[in-house]
């Protein structure tokens, strides 16, 4: 029998390795605690594998770092960075800074790791609360995140959140979309559907795929947990 795609893809073959060369770091550089500096907007970019697109903000010393573009940011704009920051659409300040019902996005979760929340298209948190040395930012799944005040954000949402409203239409545009994101496993077919000597589930010698006829073992390796993970019985149930 064949191994299977999950056993194949764990290996670590290229068909199954993730593209990262063509990925940008979408990271604030560094930790904006000293003084506020002002940069701009000097690109919007489309970013390979990533659902918002990427705004490169150029600084006054002539570096440049990229983050997620906010919506209704636009090229050449004035963004300012930094403690005591104006909390404008597309500034990046201290979440501690924002006043309650302000939306912001590239969240960091520890002071200085560069954005960890809010990163993807139309994505963003809402500052719902504060305390002395607790910031309250509502999360997508309704739970109420606590962060630390001096973590940096950008004020506003992440632009592109109309992406997923455009039909794919034909399944070639799917294909190139799962193509860029890199590591996928693209069209997955189930393994029923499957001969049998491709899938244990395969095969025509069954009547249906309601109960498995694979019981791996409790302790097997990941490759090997199809059908019933460690059951204790399968079949039915003696009289």
Known sequence: M?????QRRGKGSPRYRAKRDSVARVKFPFN????????????????????SPLAKIILEDGSFFYVP??????LGQKIEIGTGSA?????????????PGFPAYNIENMPGDGGSFFRAA???GEVIGK??????????????????????????????????VKPFCKAGNKHFLMKARGGRIYPRVRGYAMNAVDHPHGGSGHNSAGRQKVKPKKFGAPGQKVGFIGAK??????K
């Open 69 to 74: 573009a906010g919506e209704g940011t636009y």
């Open 32 to 51: 904006y605690t000293q003084k506020k500096v002002v940069g701009e907007i000097g690109a919007i970019l489309h970013n390979n594998g990533k659902s």
């Open 2 to 6: 064949k191994r299977l795609k999950v």
């Open 233 to 238: 019985r399968t079949g039915r149930r003696k």
């Open 122 to 124: 139309g994505a963003f």
């Open 131 to 164: 305390e002395a040395n607790i910031v309250y930012v509502k999360m997508k799944s309704g739970e109420k995140k606590k962060i630390d005040p001096k973590c940096f954000c950008i004020v506003g949402v992440v632009a592109g959140g109309g992406r997923t």
């Open 87 to 99: 909390a404008n659409l597309g500034n990046i300040l201290p979440i501690g800074e924002l006043f």
